[in-house]
C-alpha cells in the first residue's frame, strides 16, 4: 500500500516538475530543479518568508546575537525583504512582546521593497548614495543604528573577477555610512563574493572594527563564492 502511494506521489511530483520546466531555457531549467529541490526554498514557502536568505540571517545571529530587542537595524540591498523580516522579529520593532523595547529596522533597496509591518523601507533608494545617508540620518533615532546589515549584490555579469571587484567597492561604502550612522560598539555584517581583493576589505574593516570574521553559514550554497564578514565594536577612524 505505501509502494503505491510513494509512486503516486513521485508520479504527481514529475508531472508537476514537467509542466514548470516547459517553455524554459536550459538555464531558468536548471534554475528551477535547484530550486525545487532545496530545503531552504521550501522552509522558507513555510515560514513565510519571502526568500530563502532569511536563514542565513538567522544562522549568523543564533550564533551571534547581533540583532537584540530595542536595537536600531539599517539593512542594506533589502528586497525582496527576507533579511528584515529576520530583523523585524528579533529587534521586536513590530512589536511583538510588548514586554520587551522597540527597536527599529530601516531597509534599503534600488528595486522596490513590498512593505512589511515594523520596518521602514527607502525602495529605489542606492546605499553608496550620500543623498541617501541624509534620507537615513533623518529617520534614525539621533541618527545613529546599532547594526548595518548588508545583502546587497550588484546584477552578475557573469565575470566573477569584475562582479567580486564591483561588490568589495560597494562594501568599502559601507564603511562611509558606518561613519555616518554606526553607533560606537556597533556591528556591521556585510556579503562579499570570495576573491583576490576580499583581505583588502578585511583590512580596512580591521582599521575601524576590533574583531572581523569570515563567515560562511550553512544555508549560504557550498557552490557559491559568497561569504559574509562580521565586523564588531566599531571605534570610529581617528583623521
Ligand atoms: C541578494 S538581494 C538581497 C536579498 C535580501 N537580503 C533579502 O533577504 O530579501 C541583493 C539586493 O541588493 C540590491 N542592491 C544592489 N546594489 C544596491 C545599491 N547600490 N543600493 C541598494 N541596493 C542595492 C539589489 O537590488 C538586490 O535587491
Known sequence: MWMFSLQRRYLHFSLCLMKKLKGKTPAEQRWLRRQLKDPYVKASQVQNFRCRSAFKLLEIDDKFRLLQPGYTVVDCGAAPGAWSQVAVQRVNSGVTDPEL????????????????DGAHFLSNCDVTDPATHAKLLELLPHGKAHVILSDMAPNASGFREM?????????????????????????LLCKYWDGILAHKLQETLSSVFSSVRTLKPDSSRKDSAERYFLARMYRRPIK
Open 163 to 187: 562582479d567580486h571587484e564591483k561588490l568589495i567597492t560597494m562594501c568599502l561604502s559601507l564603511i562611509d555610512l558606518a561613519e555616518k550612522i554606526l553607533q560606537p560598539q556597533g556591528s
Open 101 to 116: 523595547p522597540r527597536g527599529m529596522v530601516v531597509g534599503i533597496d534600488l528595486l522596490n521593497i513590498p512593505p512589511l
